[in-house]
T-cell receptor
C-alpha cells in the first residue's frame, strides 16, 4: 500500500492564480518532507522541503504547509507562471534521510497563459 | 559544475537480454542512489551507495538486478535477464552528505519488449 499519495493526477490553473498541490501520507514516523519538480525528459529537481517540527516553510513563490495531525501537506505556488507547468512529486523520509524518500505518483500542473 | 549524467538515455531490449545502465554522479558526491519509476507511478528507491559500499539495497526488486560502484565514482546497474515488468525510467541521484537532498540525473528509459 502506498505510504505517500497524491490523489490529483493533474491540475490546471490560470497564470497569476494560486496553484495548490496536495499530498497525504500514512506513516506517522516520516519526519522530513520534500517537493520535487520534474520537466519532461529531465530528472526531478528539488523545490522545497519542510521538517516535521515546522508547519510552514516559504521560499519565494513557493510555500509548503504541513498538517501532522491530518498527515497532509500541500504546496502553494503564488502567483503561478507558465514555466511552473511540470510534474510535482511529494516525497517523505525517515530520519531526514532524503535520499531514501518515499514518493507519491506525482501531479501534473498546467499553468495556462 | 557538471550535474549527474546517465547513459544511455533510452534503451530498448528484448525479454531475456542483458542491459547495463551507467550513472556518473556529481564530482565529490559520496552518496549515490538508484531509483525507478514504472508506468508513470511513484518513483521508488532501489539502493544507496556510500562511496563504493552498498549502504542500503532494500529496494532492489530481485536478484536479476546488480548494482556496482567500483572505486566509488561512477555506478552501473545491470539487469540480467530483463523481464517485461522491468520497463520504466531509471533515475540516478547523488548527494554530498548522507542526509543531503539528492541531485537527480535525467534518467534512462528502459523498454523491454
Amino acid at each position: 500500500d502506498q505510504q505517500v499519495k497524491q490523489n490529483s493526477p493533474s491540475l490546471s490553473v490560470q497564470e497569476g492564480r494560486i496553484s495548490i498541490l496536495n499530498c497525504d501520507y500514512t506513516n506517522s514516523m516520516f519526519d522530513y518532507f520534500l517537493w520535487y519538480k520534474k520537466y519532461p525528459a529531465e530528472g526531478p529537481t528539488f523545490l522545497i522541503s519542510i521538517s516535521s517540527i515546522k508547519d510552514k516553510n516559504e521560499d519565494g513563490r513557493f510555500t509548503v504547509f504541513l498538517n501532522k495531525s491530518a498527515k497532509h501537506l500541500s504546496l502553494h505556488i503564488v502567483p503561478s507562471q507558465p514555466g511552473d507547468s511540470a510534474v510535482y512529486f511529494c516525497a517523505a523520509s525517515l530520519n531526514t534521510n532524503a535520499g531514501k524518500s518515499t514518493f507519491g505518483d506525482g501531479t501534473t500542473l498546467t499553468v495556462k497563459p | 559544475e557538471a550535474g549527474v549524467t546517465q547513459f544511455p538515455s533510452h534503451s530498448v531490449i528484448e525479454k531475456g537480454q542483458t542491459v547495463t545502465l551507467r550513472c556518473d554522479p556529481i564530482s565529490g558526491h559520496d552518496n549515490l542512489y538508484w531509483y525507478r519509476r514504472v508506468m508513470g507511478k511513484e518513483i521508488k528507491f532501489l539502493l544507496h551507495f556510500v562511496k563504493e559500499s552498498k549502504q542500503d539495497e532494500s529496494g532492489m526488486p530481485n536478484n536479476r538486478f546488480l548494482a556496482e560502484r567500483t572505486g566509488g565514482t561512477y555506478s552501473t546497474l545491470k539487469v540480467q535477464p530483463a523481464e517485461l515488468e522491468d520497463s520504466g525510467v531509471y533515475f540516478c541521484a547523488s548527494s554530498q552528505i548522507f542526509t543531503g537532498v539528492p541531485y537527480f540525473g535525467p534518467g534512462t528509459r528502459l523498454t523491454v519488449t
